[in-house]
C-alpha cells in the first residue's frame, strides 16, 4: 500500500526496516509446530499499532500526516522470524528541514525504546533506513503538469512549466501550464487578416461605386436630347442631319 498525496503537498519517503517475530509466547506454550504462524490480518494490526507508537516518539512526531506499510515475505511460514517491512512517510512541508538521516536516526531511538523482547513483535532497531522518494518517477505521486519539468528533491519535487507556456496555476506552481501567449498570437494574427479583408472589400466597393457615377455621367452628356431629334423629324430616327 502506497501513500498518495496528489491534493496537498507532502514531504515523501521511504523507510525501509526489518520486524522480528518472537516466538515467546508459542514457546511458553510448548507448541512449537506452530510457532511463527500469523495471520496476515493479525500481523499488520501488530505492525501498524507498534509503528504508530514508536513515530509517535520521534523527534518529528508533530510532522507526521500520515504512513503506510507493506511486507515483502509472505507470513505465516514455519520458522519464518525476520520480515522486510517497507513504509511510506508522509511529512508536512513543516518537516522540509528534516534529512534522511535524521530521520532514520529519530526512528531507531525510538524503535530501541519500544524493543520489547517478550512480545510477540519486535522491531530490530538497527535496520531503519530513510530515503527519499522519486515523486517524477510516478505521476501518482506528483502534480506536474503534462507540459512541465518535475525536478525531485530531498523529500519533495518541483515542477516548471516547459518554455513557451505560462504557469497558470492556482495551487501549486507547474501544476497548470497553457499556451496563452501563442493562443494572443493566433487571434491578433487572425484578427488582421480579417481587417486587411474587410479594409479591402471596402475600397473595392469605393472605386467599383466611384467608376458606376463616373460612366452614368458621361453616357448622359453625349446621348442626344429628344428636342434634337425633332429638329428634323422626318430623317431616320438616330442619325444626324447636317
Ligand atoms: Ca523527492
Aim: charged share 20%.
Amino acid at each position: 500500500m502506497a501513500i498518495t498525496y496528489t491534493d496537498v503537498d507532502m514531504m515523501l519517503f521511504h523507510v525501509e526496516y526489518k520486524v522480528q517475530m518472537n516466538n515467546n509466547n508459542n514457546n511458553n506454550n510448548n507448541n512449537n509446530s506452530s510457532s511463527s504462524s500469523i495471520s496476515a490480518e493479525a500481523f499488520e494490526i501488530l505492525l501498524r499499532n507498534q509503528m504508530k507508537q514508536i513515530l509517535l516518539m520521534t523527534s518529528f512526531a508533530d510532522e507526521i500526516a500520515a504512513f503506510a506499510t507493506s511486507t515483502d515475505s509472505q507470513l505465516g511460514e514455519p520458522g519464518l522470524e525476520t520480515v522486510a517491512v517497507h513504509m511510506d512517510l508522509a511529512l508536512t512541508p513543516g518537516g522540509l528541514h528534516l534529512k534522511p538521516s535524521q530521520l532514520a536516526g529519530s526512528l531507531k531511538g525510538s524503535a530501541e525504546l519500544q524493543d520489547d523482547r517478550a512480545s510477540q513483535l519486535t522491531v530490530v532497531a538497527e535496520s531503519f533506513t530513510v530515503k527519499d522518494i522519486d515523486e517524477c518517477e510516478n505521476e501518482i505521486f506528483n502534480r506536474c503538469h503534462e507540459m512541465a519539468v518535475c525536478v525531485n528533491t530531498v523529500g519533495s519535487y518541483s515542477c516548471t512549466c516547459d518554455e513557451g507556456y505560462d504557469d497558470v496555476s492556482t495551487g501549486k506552481v507547474g501544476s497548470d501550464c497553457r499556451k496563452l501567449e501563442r493562443r494572443s498570437t493566433v487571434m491578433i494574427v487572425v484578427g488582421s487578416v480579417i481587417a486587411i479583408i474587410a479594409v479591402g472589400t471596402l475600397v473595392v466597393a469605393g472605386v467599383v461605386i466611384y467608376y458606376a457615377r463616373v460612366r452614368n455621367r458621361g453616357g448622359a452628356a453625349f446621348s442626344p436630347s429628344p428636342s434634337t431629334y425633332n429638329i428634323h423629324p422626318r430623317t431616320h430616327r438616330g442619325r444626324w442631319q447636317v
